[in-house]
């Protein structure tokens, strides 16, 4: 009886610590989810900045090796776009020209990171 109790009673409040700690972590992670726009940029390191594009670059690398798995390769796709914009410079350089875009001019820092990239890079290529 005493064993039954004792589970119940440091079973149930571990239980109800683990599910808090675990919903607590699930909305700061959501709450840190959006477009990086021109605040966020200016605003981060160039470790941070280069973290960031190295992602963007994966996940055109991974959209694009499933196009090219599944026979599906279409070259006017943005995605495949971006690749061809993004294959001909460093992560440096695309940071440069990013923060060069940006230039000082508060009326472009609402403008997604993203945007820049399609803006500066990929229409650059046409």
Known sequence: ????????????????????VTLGISMIA????????????????????????MGVSNVVAVN??????????????????????????TIDAAIARIDSWYGGDASKLDTPVLGVIWLGMVKALQ
């Open 1 to 20: 009886m005493k064993i039954l109790n004792w589970r119940r009673s440091v079973k149930l409040p571990l239980v109800l610590l683990a599910l808090s």
């Open 30 to 53: 959501r709450a840190e989810v959006g477009q990086i726009d021109g605040h966020i940029w200016t605003a981060s390191s160039l470790d941070e900045k280069r973290a960031y594009l």
């Open 64 to 89: 694009r090796a499933l196009q090219i798995k599944h026979d599906m390769l279409d070259p006017d796709a943005a995605v495949n776009r971006n690749a061809a914009a993004m294959d001909g410079a």
